[in-house]
């Protein structure tokens, strides 16, 4: 007979490359090796031994929740390449000759999230010095897909094994708990030898992408500029929105008499079941759409019963009214620190574009139109005699498309400072001066313009702007015969990404499309469409982290009270004294222009007032 003795090793090469449902049929579970490790535990005494240290050394202070702003702080590590010294009382980070060393400039610190590092140690008092390498800041840039915030899942993917994952040691969700210490600092030892083992590994890949320079001269400056931004946090004026949240209230109960009325029945209005049976039984509406629960009374839905019957409009209405009250008044009281501020927790290792996320509270979602733009009138400056101040980026992906395809036709507008939208409208329309072009025309041509951007297609336009089908292609159309090389450019970005696998910034961030390939047509044409728009988009996200970065130097160089406060996608808000407006609507505009030098020029609109509502 012929045996394969190999079979044994099969599900522990199936455990490594996490295919454990197999593994455990075929060979039970095979636990996953962890060797044993050492480490000293610090007291009052032995820490201040550490402080003679100079060699490169790891560091982390560990928290068990997400929200490192509020977290409670079980124990810290220092580790060096022999040693790693471990213990539950962060308050020894604090003795003075402890943090004197700790915040010493020619520290070599290797971290895993640095900004949540920075921010943790700020609460103690203690200012790290720049972080010398950043572990996931690293393995995020080299494949942005795997965004894992455990240091265990990447240092499996990149063969080190000797690191469990925190829920392994902690637990998941509500069951996260903290381990007796020796499991604790055992946990810390082995994150503290995995930094040290991959820190060189990640710096060949990012050599070898040629990523070190984005790397280096970005992510890793502009991690300390995103805490630095965080601890400052934005003030709140919670009296303003409680106010707004007793109008909001009692718009809700208007409508919600009125819906009554028109239905001639009380019922819940929150519930989609009661509400189809409603809309589709009793008023015998139309019905859209069905689900596997009923009738779908979802927004899209909504929009198009709205011309039969006045009560559609009502509950649309109720909805809008309902979301401000419970998401952004209840929401942002609920996120109000004791300092009267928002603390929002930026995640720049999350989408594949490089674009930031904001949550606990999401600050990029704060309405800024129609009714909800009101909620940005509880956001004040932090201090008397204040202004807050707010420069945006006009049409940056424009911009970067114009640069990126090398269209004539799209620069000379840009460099002339002509309507994009317009200049559009004309030759969609084959209109022949920006005079004939009217309000809905430009409106129609700035979602064609926003819409190539993201590789829509004739259906989808047609659908976001309501025209045919046949109208919609006729505009794309049009759209390519007056910029033709981005037609050209659109092509350049698939066949890169079928040949090469991904697609680059202008600064060599990589978005990988394993999807290019797939026999799904739904899955390849997403693909498709997303190598057309990441060098855009990515690109214009890369510009605002450059613009950031340099902008709090010029702030500290200027020696400016001025405080960069948030970045909402291409906006940047500040707060200042009244006398230093002057000087900031000059700063502000020059470092953001200059932040990138491209074909076209960047513009950047400055405004200011004494909340955000009124800097717009």
Request: glycine content about 6%.
């Amino acid at each position: 007979d012929i045996c394969w003795t190999g079979f044994r090793q099969t599900p522990g090469l199936l455990y490594k490359n996490e295919y454990e449902f197999v593994a455990q049929k075929i060979g039970g579970s095979v636990a996953k090796p962890v060797q044993a490790v050492h480490f000293s535990v610090l007291d009052e005494q032995s820490i201040l031994a550490l402080t003679k240290l100079t060699e490169p050394l790891t560091f982390e202070i560990e928290m068990l929740e997400d929200n490192y702003h509020v977290a409670e702080q079980i124990g810290f590590f220092i580790g060096t390449k022999e040693e790693t010294y471990v213990s539950t009382d962060v308050t020894l980070l604090t003795l003075p000759a402890v943090k004197r060393w700790l915040e010493d400039a020619k520290r070599d610190l290797t971290v895993f999230d640095g900004k949540r590092n920075i921010v943790a140690a700020n609460r103690l008092g203690v200012k790290l010095p720049d972080i010398a390498f950043d572990v996931l800041l690293a393995s995020y840039l080299i494949n942005p897909d795997e965004n894992s915030n455990d240091l265990g899942k990447i240092a499996e993917d990149h063969d080190y094994h000797d690191m469990p994952r925190d829920e392994d040691i902690y637990g998941k969700g509500a069951k996260r708990q903290v381990p007796e210490d020796d499991k604790l600092f055992g946990q810390f030892a082995r994150k503290s030898n995995a930094l040290f083992a991959l820190r060189p590994d990640l710096t060949g890949d990012l050599e070898k992408q040629a990523q070190t320079d984005l790397f280096t001269d970005m992510e890793m400056p502009l991690s300390r500029v995103l805490a630095e931004m965080e601890i400052q946090g934005i003030t709140l004026n919670a009296k303003t929105l409680k106010a707004m949240g007793t109008e909001f209230s009692q718009s809700i109960k208007i409508l919600e008499e009125k819906i009554y009325a028109e239905a001639g029945v009380k019922f819940n209005l929150n519930s989609p079941k009661q509400l189809g049976e409603i809309l589709f039984e009793k008023l015998n509406l139309p019905v859209i759409k069905k689900t596997k629960t009923g009738y779908s009374t979802s927004v899209d839905v909504l929009n198009e019963l709205k011309s039969a019957s006045p009560i559609v409009q009502d509950i649309l209405d109720y909805r809008g009214w309902a979301k401000l009250n419970s998401t952004y008044v209840v929401g942002l009281l609920k996120a109000q620190l004791p300092d009267h501020k928002i603390h929002t927790r930026y995640l720049q290792t999350l989408t594949q574009t490089g674009r930031l996320s904001s949550v606990d509270p999401n600050m990029q979602n704060i309405p800024a139109r129609d009714e909800g733009k009101i909620i940005r009138k509880a956001f004040v400056p932090s201090h008397e005699g204040w202004q807050i101040f707010s420069s945006d980026y006009s049409q940056i992906e424009l911009r970067v498309l114009s640069h990126i395809s090398g269209d004539e036709n799209m620069q000379e507008a840009f460099k002339h400072g002509v309507d994009i939208h317009a200049n559009t409208a004309m030759k969609i329309f084959g209109l022949s001066s920006p005079d004939q072009v009217t309000p809905d025309m430009r409106r129609q041509a700035k979602a064609t313009n926003f819409g190539i951007v993201y590789g829509i297609s004739d259906y989808g336009l047609s659908q976001n702007i309501g025209i045919s089908r046949k109208q919609a292609k006729a505009f794309i159309d049009g759209y390519f015969d007056q910029y033709p090389k981005v037609h050209d450019y659109m092509d350049a970005m698939v066949k890169k990404a079928r040949e090469d696998g991904y697609v680059e910034t202008l600064f060599h961030r990589r978005r990988y499309l394993p999807q290019i390939h797939s026999r799904n047509f739904n899955l390849r044409k997403f693909a498709e469409r997303t190598a057309m728009n990441t060098p855009i988009q990515g690109s214009a996200a890369d510009i605002i982290k450059v613009a950031m970065i340099r902008m709090q130097k010029a702030l500290d160089e200027a020696g400016l009270q001025a405080k960069m406060l948030l970045q909402v996608h291409d906006e940047l808000i500040f707060e200042a004294p009244e006398e230093e407006i002057v000087q900031l609507s000059e700063l502000v505009p020059k470092v953001m222009d200059s932040a990138v030098h491209l074909d076209v020029p960047l513009k950047v609109e400055s405004h200011y007032g004494p909340t955000w509502f009124d800097a717009k």
